[in-house]
C-alpha cells in the first residue's frame, strides 16, 4: 500500500515597511516561484501623496501585495506577503494579516520615521514582528542599538541587517522572524539553532 504523504505546514509572513524600504525586492529575491508582483508606475496623480525624499530613483509602487513562497525540507511552506507601503493603501493590510505568523518590518535608516506605522500596526495586533534593517549600498552607517533606540522598540524584539538584493541575506532574515516566534511561543528556555 503506497505511503500517503501529508501535507505540508504552512506559514503565512507579512513583510511591512516604508515606502522604497525594498519588501517588494526582498519578496523576489527569495522567493523561488516567479514572485507575483502588483507594481504600478508611479504618476504625477501621486505626487502629493509619495514623498521620494531619499528614494528619488523610485519609479514604480506595490498598489496590493507582493507574493512569494519558499519550500523548506519535505514540510514547511512559507507564504510571504509584501504589503504596500503607502498610508494611502494601508487598509490592505487588515485582509493581509489574517492568519500570519509574524511580520517583517523592513526598515531604511534614510527614512526611518516610515517604520513607525507597520511597528504600531504589529504591536496593536500582537503581532510577533522583527525589524529588518536594509542596509543600502552594501554599508550601514548605523549600529542595531541605535536603530534601536530610533524607533523605541521593546528590548525583545529583534533587528537584525540585511541586503534585500542578497537571498542568503533575505532568508537569514525570514530565519531570525521564524527563530523569534519560537522563542515566544516556547518560553525563555527556548535556545534558537545555532546558539551558543
Known sequence: MPQRSTPPTTIKILIAGGFGAGKTTLVGT???VLPLHTEEVLTTAGADDDDLSGVEGKRTTTVTM???RITI???IVLYLFGTPGQERFKFLWDE???GALGGVVLADTRRLADSFPSIDYFE????PFIVAVNCFNGAQPFSVAAVRTALTLDADVPVVMCDVRDRRSG???LVALIEHVRSLILGPDY???GAP
Open 191 to 193: 535556545t534558537p539553532v
Open 73 to 75: 525540507g519535505d514540510n
Open 124 to 127: 496593536k495586533r500582537g503581532t
Open 30 to 32: 527569495v522567493s523561488e
Open 96 to 98: 493581509l494579516a489574517i
Open 171 to 173: 532568508r537569514e532574515v
Open 66 to 68: 507582493d507574493f512569494g
